[in-house]
Structures are given as structure tokens and as C-alpha cells.
């Protein structure tokens, strides 16, 4: 976008004539004490709750405690320069980002502030931060899947557009990887995806952003950072600001992905800012409005109906979990708001299954509604299969000699699937892909191939088909279902396969 | 600053009775009476001082406040039997608010680059008195980093018309982004 001569010329000119215009009138107060980033102020008699203040130094402010005598702010940025005696003017706006297509691909703030150096955003709408969540008849169920790219979820814990799935899990379980892979399998689609960091390390956001950019996934993407570094306040507002980004996405009709990574350390900052503005502690020294801080943000996500536009805006939250104590005040909390959750396992990420999925814990509300009917069909066996396996695998770990042929069967294919849900990160493989592997799989195709084999023979799978039966994938793309016929074709392929590769 | 909800309360009881008696500007006085001598250092000393008996801190009142009627030194003695001494000069900021805000007067401070001329003086109370529908008394500062112009604030209200501000807003419009400069044109 050029700027053209005679646009700041004309502007100038205006702003010349208008020079001995009216007298603005703002409504003013003085800061009386000012500590840890939060501001009481006497005066301000007409400000609202949540309205931005301009605080000396370019600093701005959010009023949240109105008192009857005084006004207590929380300070978005710096505060250090700020001290008693301070004159802060009200702004009449209430807290409000920038929106729009022209944020796709950039790093911002919580404030919509650029941080990529690509200059200013470009756009001139902007939305309130905090919005009541649509309501009941504007919205309509879930029934078109959010592909992850990802086997394991795709087929055993489906997530549909509009959906909330809660991912949690202690640190390093790859909680942050699977929602990249589930942007980055977004590429060349039709869902824009909003990544929001909570208090991280920027050095993380960093990595995460450069990742995104490796695989080409920020042309579909908004990254909105709130490092650790950042005032808890603005940590706060990250989550929101992510929230009506991606609002404005699905009133727009189209198809949002957001991420907020991660929901533990907002609710730290919230705390923070709740005992410095000396609200009440509660349950380990949280404020009491801690559930409705997570339920009001969550149930902005929504899939609208088609009067409405028919947008959606997914969620996948994050929790990191301590010593994998699921029962903890904020887990459970956000576990009984989100439609879901996939619970990440330290002991099997050890054991080399990644993604660390639990699939006994884990759990989508949703079910199969967000599934095409082809990866019904196959997926409705495989958690079949894998629920029998599970079961059996208590007891056959003390030795497997003294059980009948049937119930062996089931372990081995137990542990073929198991090795078929593995996946390298950053790797999504596409639906049709998918529903080969679990044809194979619970067709008995794969029952000969020895359990360490089952990587390799997959990996060659994927290209074998693409090379030799196009025909099938292409049918299962466009139709999302898996026929008789293209069934047959499978099984013939993957004859042909394991003659030639040898498995 | 503590106490002022405090303050603000004992101000309302003694402004609603200074009404039902039409005594207003006589307690406008009693009450100046009282905050200054509660504002020296020694007789706040007296009277917070807990070996004095109350008596004697009745007395050290009627003494010191022999011209203020008895109603004012009433309130003074409710002072110290509530040990709220302290907020006498709150009290009397507090009351002279509700005072101003009955008698229809608001309380500007007017800041100018260059100090004002009468006619000036004039003008600027005329027009703000229209602004806040009230009488306006004006104090005058004079701030030559504001350039030029005026600001005046009345109570939790702020009319700015500095050249320093307008210069503000001018650079802000035209750093803004170019979409903003395509909606204007």
C-alpha cells in the first residue's frame, strides 16, 4: 500500500484549518499511589470499567476497580516512570485491538502493536477485547472435522470445527507440537490459525514463529506473544486479544484455529493482577472469578449457523499439569469448560510413543460427528480395537504362553496399531492418507508385518499409493468415503506392496 | 489521601445541618477555625493524647474555638471521642466542595503559556462558567511548555486547548496508517 503525495497533504491542510478548532474535553484524574503496575487514582468520576487511560510517558492503562473514591488501574507496559501526582486522562475507548486480514502473518502484542519490525499493521478496524460469547440460536453443532494431520487424533479424537479440546499434559510432553502440527497442516486450506503465547520465553516464541516460517505456515497464521517478560497485565490480555481476532474471523464466515499456549500461566498472571488490585484469594490464592476468567474466553469459540454465516472458531487451549495431577484447581476447571481434552503422557513419551497421547484419558465430546464418513468407518474399529488391547494388555504382561489364539491376535494387533499411531512432529499426513493406513491396519493387512517393520512399511506406504493408486486417494479426498470397490483396490495394493518392498 | 470516605461522611452530616440552620458560610468559618487549630501540632498532640482526660480535651476545644458556635465545637468533641482528629482538614475540604457545589461555584485552575490579561480573564471564567453551568473561580498558572493555548480543568474534567497537545494529536494522525489517511480523503 503506497502513500500517495497528496493524502498527507490534504491531511495537513486540515489538520491546519481545524488548528483553532473546539476544545476537547477529557475526563482527568491524579494517580495518588502507584506500585507493581497497578495505579489508584482520584478522580476519573466518569470512567468505565475496562477503559484504556493515557498514563504520562505514552503509557496506557486499563481501569478495573471502581471504587467509591477512587479508580484502580492496571498499567500496560513500563510503569516505572509513573509516580504519585501523575495527571491520567481518560480515552473513552474500552480496551481494543486491531483486526482484519491484514494481521495474517505477523507477530503483534496484545495491544495489536506490531513486533516483527514489518511495520504498522495496515488495518483500521478494531474490536473490543472482551465480547459476550454468541449466543444459542446463533450457533449450530459441530460436524466438519479440523484435520490435525496427525493419525492418532484424527482417528481416535476427533476435533470439528468450532469445537473446544483442551490439550494438557505435563511440561515436555509436546503439547506446543501438536497444536503446530495442526497449523501447519492448515497450509493451502481454508482456516486461518492464531497462535497466542502466554507468558513464555521469547526465545521459545522465537523457535516457534521460525518453525512456522520453515514450513510455510505463516501465510495462514497470527502469532500474538506475551513474553514472560511482559507485565502480568498484558499477559492477561493476550488470550483476549487471540479471542477477538479470531471472532472476527468467524463473523466473517469463515473457519479460525487459536491456540493458547498456555491457559496455567494466565491464570498466574490474572492472579498476580487480582492480589495487587487487592481483590479476595480463594482457592490457592486464586481470585474467586478464576472459572469464569477461562469459561467466558472459551465460549467465545463457537460454530455458528448458516444465518449467521457459518464461521467457526476452534480452540485448543493448553494446560501444563504439574507431576500429571489432572485434579489440580485450574485443570479441572478448564476440563469441565472445553469439549474435550487430549491428555499428553510423560511415561509414554519416555517409552518413545510420540504423540504421548493417553488415549484411555483422552477424550473428544464431539465423537465421530466430526469425522468423514470414510475415517468413520475404519476409526469406528481401530478405538474399538484399541479399547480391547488396552484391557488385555493389563494381564499379558505377565506372559502371553497360556492365552488362546483369538486373544493374541487382538494383542498383536494392538501393538501394530500402537506402532501405527506413532508420528514424527511437524509431518501431517492428509486425511485420505490416514484412512489407507487404518484400512491396512484393521483389514489384517498389516498382521504379517513383523511390529518393528511397521514404521518403515508405512513410510514406503505413503509413497507407494501416491505413486500407484492416485485413483483411490483422489476418490477418498473428494468423497470423504471409503467404498467397497476402492477397498478391494487397497487390498490388491497392498499385496503388490509387500511383494515388492519386501516386508 | 485516607480517609477521605470518612471525611466526606462526617462533611455531609455537618453540611446537611449547617442547612436545616441556613448558617452555611458561619460554619464555612467554624469549620476553617477547627482545622486549623486541629492542624497545629500541639493541640493535635493534646487531643490525641491518651493519658489527657477527655475533660480536659472538652475544654482545650471551648477554649480555642471560643468564637465558633456550639454546634461546631459539638463537632469537634464527636471528633475526639470518635479519635477521628485526623480528618479535620479532610472535613474541610470535603465540606467546602458540597459548599461550592450548593452555592452553584466550581473551582477552575487555568493554565496559560503567557499569564492572561484581564479581558482575557474575563472571557476564559464567562465561558467556562457556560461550559459547567456554574460560577467558575479561576486560579491561574502559567506553564510555558504548553506554547500557547489554554487548559483548564474543573473538578474531574480537563478542557485542552494547548498548541503543545494539538501538535501531539497532528503527529499521532499523520503517523497513523496509510488505511486511515485513504477513509479521510
Known amino acids: ?503 | 489521601m485516607a480517609g477521605r470516605p470518612t471525611a466526606r461522611r462526617y462533611a455531609q452530616a455537618v453540611f446537611e445541618l449547617a442547612l436545616e440552620h441556613d448558617a452555611v458560610d458561619q460554619w464555612l468559618n467554624d469549620i476553617d477555625l477547627m482545622a486549623d487549630a486541629m492542624g497545629s501540632e500541639d493541640f493535635f498532640a493534646l487531643l490525641e493524647a491518651p493519658q489527657v482526660p477527655v475533660r480536659v480535651k472538652y475544654r482545650g476545644i471551648d477554649t480555642v474555638m471560643a468564637g465558633a458556635s456550639q454546634l461546631a465545637r459539638n463537632l469537634a468533641s464527636v471528633l475526639v471521642d470518635h479519635r477521628s482528629v485526623r480528618f479535620a482538614g479532610a472535613i474541610r475540604d470535603q465540606f467546602r466542595a458540597l459548599a461550592d457545589a450548593h452555592n452553584g461555584v466550581a473551582r477552575a485552575e487555568v493554565v496559560t503559556a503567557v499569564a492572561m490579561e484581564d479581558a482575557e480573564r474575563e472571557r476564559v471564567s464567562k465561558l467556562l462558567g457556560e461550559l459547567v453551568s456554574a460560577n467558575v473561580v479561576t486560579t491561574e498558572r502559567v506553564d510555558p511548555d504548553i506554547i500557547g493555548g489554554i487548559i483548564a480543568r474543573v473538578g474531574d474534567h480537563l478542557f485542552d486547548g494547548s498548541v503543545k497537545t494539538r501538535l501531539a494529536d497532528m503527529r499521532a494522525a499523520l503517523a497513523a496508517p496509510p488505511v486511515d489517511l485513504r477513509q479521510d480523503s
Open chain 1, 1 to 503: 500500500m503506497t502513500i500517495r503525495g497528496q493524502d498527507i497533504a490534504s491531511v495537513i491542510k486540515r489538520q491546519i484549518e481545524e488548528f483553532g478548532g473546539e476544545l476537547t474535553l477529557v475526563d482527568v484524574g491524579t494517580v495518588v499511589e502507584a506500585a507493581d503496575g497497578v495505579a489508584r487514582i482520584h478522580g476519573l468520576s466518569d470512567v468505565r470499567s475496562m477503559e484504556l487511560l493515557q498514563f504520562p510517558g505514552d503509557t496506557l492503562g486499563m481501569a478495573l476497580n471502581l471504587e467509591e473514591d477512587s479508580v484502580s488501574a492496571v498499567i500496560l507496559g513500563g510503569f516505572s516512570h509513573i509516580k504519585e501526582g501523575d495527571e491520567v486522562r481518560s480515552t473513552g475507548r474500552i480496551v481494543e485491538v486491531p483486526v482484519g486480514d491484514a494481521l495474517v502473518g505477523r507477530v503483534v502484542d496484545p495491544l495489536g502493536r506490531p513486533l516483527d519490525g514489518k511495520g504498522p499493521v495496515n488495518t483500521s478496524e478494531t474490536r473490543p477485547v472482551e465480547q459476550i460469547a454468541p449466543n444459542v440460536v446463533s450457533r449450530k453443532s459441530v460436524d466438519t472435522p479440523l484435520q490435525f494431520g496427525v493419525k492418532i487424533v484424527d482417528g481416535l479424537i476427533p476435533v470439528g470445527r468450532g469445537q473446544r479440546e483442551l490439550i494438557i499434559g505435563d511440561r515436555n510432553t509436546g503439547k506446543t507440537s501438536l497444536c503446530l502440527d495442526a497449523i501447519i497442516n492448515q497450509k493451502g486450506g481454508d482456516v486461518t490459525c492464531v497462535y497466542v503465547a502466554i507468558g513464555q520465553k521469547a526465545s521459545k516464541v522465537a523457535a516457534t514463529v521460525a518453525t512456522l516460517e520453515q514450513h510455510g505456515a505463516m501465510d495462514h497464521t497470527i502469532v500474538i506473544s506475551s513474553a514472560a517478560s511482559d507485565p502480568a497485565p498484558v499477559q492477561y490480555l493476550a488470550p483476549y486479544t487471540g479471542a477477538t481476532i479470531a471472532e472476527h474471523i468467524m463473523y466473517s464466515g469463515r473457519d479460525a484455529l487459536i491456540v493458547y499456549d498456555d491457559l496455567t500461566k494466565h491464570a498466574w498472571a490474572y492472579r498476580q493482577m487480582s492480589l495487587l488490585l487487592r481483590r479476595p484469594p480463594g482457592r490457592e490464592a486464586y481470585p474467586g472469578d478464576v472459572f469464569y476468567l477461562h469459561s467466558r474466553l472459551l465460549e467465545r469459540s463457537a460454530r455458528m449457523n448458516d444465518e449467521n454465516g457459518g464461521g467457526s472458531s476452534t480452540a485448543l487451549p493448553i494446560i501444563e499439569t504439574q507431576a500429571g495431577d489432572l485434579s489440580a484447581y485450574v485443570p479441572t476447571n478448564v476440563i469441565s469448560i472445553t469439549d474435550g481434552q487430549i491428555y499428553l503422557q510423560p511415561e509414554l513419551f519416555t517409552a518413545g510413543i510420540r504423540p504421548a497421547l493417553d488415549t484411555g484419558l483422552s477424550v473428544s465430546r464431539v465423537g465421530s460427528a466430526a469425522q468423514t464418513k470414510g475415517m468413520k468407518g475404519v476409526a469406528g474399529r481401530l478405538r474399538l480395537e484399541m479399547a480391547q488391547f488396552r484391557e488385555i494388555a493389563t494381564f499379558a504382561q505377565f506372559g502371553t504362553d497360556d492365552l488362546d489364539s483369538s486373544t493374541r491376535a487382538q494383542l498383536e494387533r494392538g501393538r501394530r496399531a500402537t506402532e501405527v499411531l506413532k508420528q514424527v512432529e511437524l509431518n501431517p499426513l492428509s486425511m485420505e492418507q490416514q484412512v489407507t493406513i487404518f484400512y491396512l491396519l484393521t483389514s489384517g493387512a498389516l498382521d504379517d508385518v513383523a511390529q518393528e517393520n511397521i514404521l518403515a512399511f508405512e513410510s514406503g506406504w505413503h509413497e507407494y499409493a501416491a505413486a500407484n493408486i492416485p485413483d483411490v486417494l483422489g476418490e477418498i479426498a473428494s468423497s470423504g468415503d471409503l467404498s467397497d470397490e476402492a477397498g478391494k483396490k487397497l487390498d490388491e495394493a497392498a499385496a503388490a506392496y509387500k511383494q515388492t518392498a519386501g516386508l
